[in-house]
């Protein structure tokens, strides 16, 4: 197995030969060592390039503009009800957290210099197993070869890195003897000496073997996922290899530079050109005072060694050309020739600067989902029943929630990302035609903030906002109602209920309670007392006349009422029965009339 790998690798290593050539040209002018490659061009009074490095000036400026991350946005079900934006909420907190344990945002940058200066960038999930999580890492191009299936899918990887052969050693004490050794019958290899050190990995395993150690296999790991952990964008280009955004600058570069040294030797050449003088002048003396007796005067001066004008307007094309090449616009460095640009002006200068960063977008948001993806099934096959505790920032605010890989990601590791439709603008502008889209009603409020070029939270602003809302009407509400205790004053009626609410709602906001708790309390009626337990009857044996009313008759209640008679039908017949008067009203022609006489009679005397 792995003679085959070995193959493989050989393989890969031969088909971007010249890509390496190209990526070790770049590398080297963007250090600054251009005189290393071009050695015979340069002198010893100037051994250095005397101009600006405008290769590593806007590969720099590019990935500064680039690096920025864009929003997660990760989804469950169809969003329809609050239990499953619940869970895509917690899945975006999740792969938050794992952008920010992987600093992301900070290998954004290597990650954009990458794609800009060689071509290509890569993503690699790895296991972390301390934290048990997986985390992002950006891998350097350099010794970086892959192979692409027709869907631009990573296929296979290896990585080329070197370390001596003493360190190796100590690492790996069980393989001493094959690292050391030179083979049968000869010394040891020294411990100063490097040796290559190769990753493989495909979608079954990943393998660290020494290919100069008789391919000794350090390292074997199963593959949890069901793809590569690695993920790679490619610059588009023509060949079958990527080719970097400066390739065709490098000897831009280096013209202008070679045109420097010869101006500055012109110049110098120039100032320090032989004195002519007429041949009357017998004595010549140096120096800023220095006086010379001739009948010619007008005769003495330097020997002008003119130079050509087409060299500096050659040095000025030569910087267009290498800005051309490199897509690099002059407004970035201030170079705008006018006293009056206008804004559109300026904006078709940056065109080909903002194609370039959304171009990058569309590929890097693919990218950051791929790798997400990875992350969330990595998550969910090593470590599935796990409670984890995971704390970070999102949009803005701090969370702290808990999670179990194997419950809150299941079996749908998709994700998305976007930069929003503002992306490539700058703050003003994103902000501007915003608010345009938003006054002609042509977007939500939603998106509004979702689009914005600064984190917020869109639903806790959301949230925010109508709990101002509700407390501003609360509160213009409880001042309408102050405002009565004037004309119930000029009525005469009692304000002392009205002025103790206010009194109290202002002492509760002095407290530092809340606009609604402290109305709520002022308005909130006192509790009613609590009711007297009702007293025993005495007994009706012990009962005495001063007892009460009827107290100690016969068939008379303690409370006055008779005996047998409901509560109300005192005075009433039996039952409640109505008594004869009513009974004769009723009858009386079928209508309910009712007479009453009183008659007095005196007794008659005997």
């Not at 609410?501 to 309390?521: D, F, N, V």
């Amino acid at each position: 197995m792995i003679d085959e790998i070995e193959a493989r690798r050989r393989l890969l290593k031969e088909r971007y030969v010249e890509r390496d050539i190209n990526m070790d040209l770049v590398r080297t002018v963007r250090h600054g060592d251009i005189d290393r490659l071009f050695p015979d061009l340069f002198s010893d009074d100037i051994p250095k390039s005397v101009v600006a490095n405008l290769v590593d000036v806007a590969a720099r400026d590019l990935a500064e503009v680039m690096a920025p991350l864009p929003n997660l946005a990760c989804a469950s079900g169809n969003m329809r009800s609050d239990a499953e934006r619940a869970r895509a909420a917690k899945k975006n907190k999740i792969g938050y957290h794992y952008w920010e344990k992987s600093q992301l945002e900070r290998q954004m940058f290597e990650f954009a210099d990458s794609y800009n200066s060689f071509g290509f960038g890569v993503f690699a999930a790895e296991p972390d197993m301390e934290c048990c999580g997986p985390r992002i890492r950006v891998e350097s191009p350099i010794g970086f070869y892959y192979s692409l299936d027709r869907w631009g899918k990573v296929v296979e990887t290896v990585k080329e890195t070197c370390a001596p052969a003493q360190t190796l050693a100590a690492l790996y004490p069980e393989h001493r003897g094959s690292i050391l050794s030179l083979g049968k019958g000869k010394r040891q290899r020294e411990g100063n000496s490097w040796l290559t050190i190769v990753r493989y990995a495909d979608r079954d395993k990943t393998v660290v073997y020494l290919p100069e150690c008789n391919n000794t296999v350090l390292a074997t790991a199963t593959n949890p996922c069901s793809r590569p952990p690695v993920v790679v964008i490619e610059r588009f280009d023509l060949g079958m290899t990527p080719r970097g955004q400066f390739d065709d600058v490098i000897y831009v570069q280096l013209a202008r530079s070679i045109m420097a040294m010869y101006q500055l030797a012109a110049a110098d050449k120039s100032v320090n050109a032989p004195i002519a003088m007429p041949d009357d002048v017998t004595e010549v003396n140096i120096g800023p005072d220095a006086v010379l007796r001739t009948q010619n005067p007008g005769q003495v001066q330097r020997v002008r060694l003119d130079v050509p004008r087409d060299s500096w307007m050659l040095s000025e094309q030569l910087d267009k050309e290498s800005k051309t090449g490199a897509r690099y616009p002059d407004a970035r460095t201030g170079g705008v020739k006018g006293s009056i640009i206008t804004g559109r002006g300026v904006e078709a200068m940056l065109g080909t600067f903002d194609s370039q960063i959304k171009t990058f977008q569309v590929l890097a948001k693919q990218a950051l989902e791929d790798i997400t993806s990875i992350c969330f099934e990595m998550d969910a096959k090593l470590w599935p029943n796990k409670r984890k505790t995971i704390n970070g920032t999102m949009s803005g605010k701090s969370f702290e929630i808990q999670y179990v890989p194997a419950r809150d990601i299941g079996d749908n590791y998709q994700t998305s990302v976007t930069y929003g439709f503002a992306a490539g603008m700058t703050p003003s502008q994103a902000i501007v035609t915003l608010l345009q889209l938003r006054g002609d009603k042509l977007i939500q409020r939603d998106t509004f903030r979702r689009a914005l070029p600064f984190d917020v939270d869109p639903d806790e602003e959301q949230r925010g906002l109508d709990v101002e809302d509700l407390e501003e009407g609360l509160k213009q509400g409880f001042l309408a109602y102050m405002q009565g205790i004037g004309p119930m004053v000029q009525g005469g009626g009692d304000v002392s209920a009205l002025l103790a609410q206010a009194s109290l709602a202002i002492s509760m906001r002095q407290k530092g309670r809340p606009l609604h708790e402290a109305i709520t309390q002022a308005f909130t009626p006192p509790e009613p007392p609590e009711p007297e337990p009702p007293q025993a009857p005495p007994d009706a044996a012990t009962s005495t006349p001063e007892a009460g009313p009827g107290g100690g008759l016969e068939g008379i209640r303690p409370n006055g009422l008779p005996q047998g008679v409901a509560p109300g039908q005192a005075g009433m017949g039996p039952g409640g029965m109505p008594s004869i008067l009513s009974l004769i009203s009723g009858m009386k022609n079928g209508r309910a009339n009712t007479e009453a006489a009183v008659m007095r009679k005196l007794p008659v005397g005997p």
